[in-house]
Structure formats: structure tokens, C-alpha cells
């Protein structure tokens, strides 16, 4: 399969290879959004050396990889790519050694080195970034070498390559961060499989999946969504139907109480403040709890944000991966697995609840197309929820707000409908209050815009010049 999007990545990543400079390359992301494919699509046929660690957890006996396990691993890497010294391979200093060897004798010109899942290498003691480190400034820094590192743990690529500030500071001489698919990307993935969905089910696809390609590559083309998310998830033997433990247990040194942080925020839609987090879950205040936040934020799946209090400091966590948010929803403690769930209950409140709720997130992670179909690209701007707090009570609450640079504020209100969005009377008055809310916390020069993201547009009434902005979901796509 042909890569889809990723074109800003694969034109940097091309030019480094084409550097002929010694390059540290770092690739990150979240698990399944298409690291290695993009990797392997560009260089593996230019690969001097790759290896994939192991990962963390022994699926078998659900006991944690060793070092010498990690080390045995790559030794056999060593032995794929020609590597025949007779080295003792006890440590990853020896096997960093080795792996000099190797390359010393290749041939080829410019040496291509890929380790993926760099993070499941370093195990408890095993001093594999000492290692590593060494590797790069004593022996391969002068030589015409691309080390392309990868990793899905976030919080460790970023805490250990990226802001290491001993042997390895400043050494990255480029990160790719490569993020799930846009919505417009969904599309194309889709018409290269021949899967034929409107832009309605492809939104309702990516509030399902998240733009993450190894999902979408579960949809069949002869099912419609809601006979996809069935076999996906309900069937018997369903490929995601335990990814929620895999996901997390894979990514994380501590999965158990990142689930449960994720499980927590998960209960309220606002999400919960770092105290209410901490004392809900039995917590100890310190670095070991803010390591939990960072490496969820870090990896995408939740977000901070600081509500309009009544002390106007208290930070609040929510969780916005949408697939978690559909787990949690519809899979998670669903003891009876009925092999239809979803096709029958498609138009169940629930579900079309949850469709309202889930566009929301689908706007927050396209706020770049919401600004071009704006035409506000150019201007400098931040957006956040607005929710004004008092007494732990929500007085008043805006889907987003678009806080520009020339004094406009963008209210914006997101309608996941199925035809025209109607702006009734109630929700007119409903729309003036926030309105005048929001104002009480702007200063004299700014000016409210009210702004409707729908699905198919605004039914024209008595109300609805309301809304000096309109945007629909074909704005999304580009």
C-alpha cells in the first residue's frame, strides 16, 4: 500500500538521508499510528542494520522482558544483517561494539540504522542509553550514518532522547512526530482500499478509530460503519476487542494505574483537576504522579486546559483520545458481546449522544482547518474550552473559543446532526446567555463571533442570523 499524507515527513526525512552528514534522526508517536510502515517505506531497501526490540511483557507467561532477553534479540538482528565476530554480547556496551563491527566492514556508502521500539530496550539497570550514547559520540558521530530511532512511549522519548541533557544533549539532529490521520487523510487511505463511505461515516469512523491507520486498516469494504464497528470489536475472535489493555500495557511502565487514570477521566466529560485525580485514585502528590500526566498528555491521550474558575488557577485534566473514549463507551465491562450491538443501536440515544459529544474532539483536532475555512490562518490566535466554574458547579459552558489577536473571539458551537442544523428558540436564549457570559471575562476591545460547526449547514429561520459564521464537515477535509 501506497503511503497516505505524511508528505512534510517523508520530504525531511529524504533530505537527511540525502545529507550525506551524520544524522540522529527521532521518530515518535503514539502505538499503531504508522511509524514503522513510513520507515520502512522509504528505507528499507537502504537498511546497513535494523532491529525491533521486544516487547515489555512476555504475552505467554505475562512476565517482563529481561536485558538478556533484549540482548539475546539483538544479537540475532546482528547475525540477519552479516555479522559473524565472536564478541561476547552481555551488555549493550559490548553490543553496541558489535554493532560498530558490522558497519566498520558494510560496503555501503551511506549506512541506514534503524532501531524500533527504542524504549521497550531499556530495562530495569540495564544502562542501554549510557550505551547508546556511547555508541553515537565515540564512534559514529563523523560518519556517514542516518541512526534513526523510534519509539511509541512519548514520555521516554522525550524525557531520554530529546531533553536528555547528559551525553546525549543536543545529539537529535531531527524529531518527526507523526500524529493519526487527518480526516482528509481518512479519506484518501479509504479510496486507496476501494471503501466507499460519505464524509458523514468517515467522521463517524475517525470518533471511532482516531485516525490511527493500523484501525482503519480493519475496515472491510463490503460492510457499512456500523457493520465494521461489529466485526471489529463484537464478533468472536474481534482484532480491537482487547486493545484498550494492549494499547497501555505496551506503551507504558505503569499500565495499570495509567488505565485507571484514563478510566477516571473518562467519568466526567470536563475531565477532573489534578487534586480530584490524585484523591480519587489514592495517589501520592510528586514526580511519579506527574510523570503518570505527562506521558498521557505526551502520547496525545488527554489534554490540560484551566476552566474559568473561581480561583482562576486550577488546571484540569480530560481525556480526548476518541478511541478510548469509544472503549470506554460501548466495549469496556460489556459482558454480553452481542455480534450486532452496534448495527442495532445505531440510532440509540446513547450512541447519538455520544456522536454529539465525539464531534467536539473531532473539531479540537482539526482547529488548523477550522481557521483556514476562518481565513484566519494568518492570525495569531489560541483556543480552548470555556467552562466557568463555581463551587465545583459548571454556570456556563462553550464547546471552543478561538481567542484571536485582532480582538475577535470566535464562539463556536459544534451540531452533529443528520440534515440542516435548526437553531430553535430555546437554544437561540441559550446561545445569548453564553454569549454574555464569556463577555463578562473579555476585555472592552474584543467582539464575540458566533460561530456554528455543523454537519450539512444551518436551516434558515427567525433565529438563525444568530451565527455570523457557518462551517460544515466539508471544511474539515482539507
Not at 563523523?142 to 522525550?158: E, F, P, R, V, Y
Not at 463511505?197 to 457499512?224: E, H, K, N, W
Not at 463555581?390 to 478561538?402: F, M, N, R, W, Y
Amino acid at each position: 500500500m501506497r503511503l497516505i499524507g505524511r508528505k512534510r515527513e517523508v520530504e525531511e526525512l529524504t533530505r537527511i538521508f540525502e545529507s550525506n552528514n551524520p544524522e540522529f534522526v527521532c521518530v515518535f508517536g503514539r502505538r499503531r499510528v504508522g511509524k514503522t510502515f513510513l520507515i520502512n517505506k522509504l528505507f528499507s531497501s537502504k537498511y546497513t542494520f535494523k532491529h525491533t526490540a521486544l516487547s515489555i511483557i512476555n504475552e505467554d507467561t505475562n512476565e517482563r522482558i529481561t536485558t538478556i532477553d533484549q540482548l539475546n534479540h539483538f544479537k540475532e538482528s546482528l547475525s540477519r544483517y552479516g555479522y559473524d565476530g565472536n564478541r561476547e554480547i552481555s551488555n549493550w556496551f559490548q553490543a553496541f561494539y558489535a554493532l560498530e563491527d558490522l558497519l566498520e566492514v558494510s560496503k555501503d556508502e551511506r549506512k541506514v540504522v534503524f532501531i524500533d521500539e527504542l524504549p521497550w530496550l531499556d530495562t530495569y539497570g540495564s544502562k542501554f542509553v549510557n550505551a547508546l550514547e556511547s555508541f553515537w559520540n565515540s564512534w559514529a558521530n563523523d560518519k556517514n550514518i542516518m541512526l534513526i530511532i523510534c519509539g511509541s512511549a512519548n514520555a521516554w522519548m522525550t524525557k531520554k532522547m530529546l531533553n536528555n541533557y547528559a551525553g546525549l544533549y543536543n545529539r537529535i539532529t531531527k524529531e518527526v512526530e507523526l500524529l493519526p490521520f487527518t480526516l482528509k487523510e481518512c479519506e484518501e487511505f479509504f479510496q486507496e482500499k476501494n471503501i466507499s463511505f460519505s464524509r458523514y461515516d468517515i467522521i463517524q469512523s475517525y470518533m471511532v478509530f482516531g485516525g490511527i491507520p493500523f484501525y482503519l486498516d480493519y475496515i472491510d469494504a463490503r460492510y457499512s460503519l456500523p457493520q465494521n464497528i461489529d466485526n471489529i470489536f463484537y464478533r468472536r475472535g474481534a482484532p480491537l476487542r482487547d486493545e484498550f489493555n494492549k494499547l497501555f500495557k505496551s506503551s507504558f511502565k505503569s499500565p495499570e494505574l495509567i488505565m485507571k487514570i484514563v478510566k477516571l477521566l473518562f467519568k466526567k466529560s470536563i475531565g477532573y483537576s489534578r487534586t480530584e485525580i490524585i484523591k480519587e485514585l489514592n495517589l501520592e502528590e510528586g514526580e511519579l504522579t506527574t510523570n503518570l500526566f505527562n506521558a498521557l498528555s505526551s502520547s496525545g491521550f488527554i489534554t490540560k486546559y484551566r476552566p474559568v474558575t473561581s480561583d482562576r488557577k486550577t488546571m484540569y485534566y480530560k481525556l480526548i483520545d476518541p478511541f478510548c473514549l469509544f472503549y470506554l463507551n460501548f466495549v469496556d465491562n460489556n459482558e454480553v458481546f452481542d455480534e450486532n450491538l452496534f448495527e442495532v443501536n445505531y440510532e440509540s440515544m446513547k450512541i447519538v449522544s455520544w456522536r454529539g459529544l465525539s464531534f467536539e474532539n473531532v473539531c479540537f483536532n482539526h482547529i488548523h482547518q477550522i481557521k483556514e475555512a476562518l481565513k484566519i490562518s494568518a492570525i495569531g490566535s489560541v483556543f480552548y474550552p470555556f467552562i466557568y466554574i463555581v463551587d465545583g458547579k459548571i454556570e456556563s459552558q462553550i464547546d471552543l473559543i478561538i481567542d484571536r489577536k485582532d480582538n475577535i473571539v470566535n464562539l463556536c458551537e459544534m451540531k452533529f446532526y443528520g440534515d440542516e442544523y435548526l437553531l430553535n428558540k430555546e437554544d437561540y436564549f441559550k446561545l445569548l446567555r453564553k454569549g454574555k457570559a464569556l463577555s463578562n471575562f473579555l476585555n472592552k476591545k474584543q467582539i464575540i463571533r458566533n460561530t456554528l460547526i455543523t454537519t450539512f449547514g444551518l436551516r434558515k429561520n427567525d433565529y438563525s442570523s444568530l451565527y455570523q459564521y457557518v462551517l460544515t464537515i466539508n471544511d474539515l477535509f482539507h
